[in-house]
């Protein structure tokens, strides 16, 4: 008899949203042990080399920042078409914008796959200790990890439950590697004259309360 394999969805909640608790014996402040979500490196959906050599901040970010992508609203919740947005939104901010390399550090699509977007993010992130100089947010850029999800999201859209879940558990991952308080995370809104993320701006408070349950 073959069982239902789990989705990739319902693992991912197990692992980086349902947390395996780790406490210590002895210890008075027990901290969970957050699992790195399921992330799709540059190399695995096969990104253009940037233009130049991407550049450390050489420090810790202190800040992450929520935008969306402006994209269509797909239907399409594949693996394939996570990578065939981030190689739009590469072209875009490389052919377009003229920039080395995609401007965000992540990103999550409305089927709920993460791709890394700016070379050397998910190696850095995984280190905890420097993160990629982006190109997401002017004046935040050497402060902040920018997270950005497929889909426009103005006039009311949601995003569909499986990207909010893994944006919840990517956020949930970030803070936790660099230290970072969930209620430190912001919209591109708060930074500069733009209507980015849309509707994620609004569930913002939300975004805080699930990431930190998330984080035990």
Known sequence: MNLPQPSRRHILLAG??????????GTAH????VVEPDIDSTAQWQARPPRTPVSL?????????????VSADTAD??????HRHAHWVQDLHMDENGWTDTGYHFLVSRGGWITEGRHRSLSTLRGGSDFVLGAHTSGQNDQA?????EGAYHDGAQ???AQWEVLVALCAYVCHQY?????????????????????LHDKL???WSEVAASMG
């Open 16 to 25: 980086a949203g349902g947390l395996a608790a780790a406490a210590l014996p």
């Open 30 to 33: 027990a901290r969970a042990a």
């Open 57 to 69: 901040v050489g420090k810790r970010p202190a800040k992450i920042i929520v935008h969306h992508t």
């Open 77 to 82: 919740v594949s693996r394939a078409q996570a």
């Open 145 to 149: 990890i920018g997270i950005a999800n």
């Open 159 to 161: 995003p569909p439950r």
């Open 179 to 199: 230290g970072i308080a969930p209620s430190r995370l912001y919209g591109h809104k708060d930074f500069g004259d733009t209507l980015c993320p849309g509707i």
């Open 205 to 207: 408070p939300q975004l």
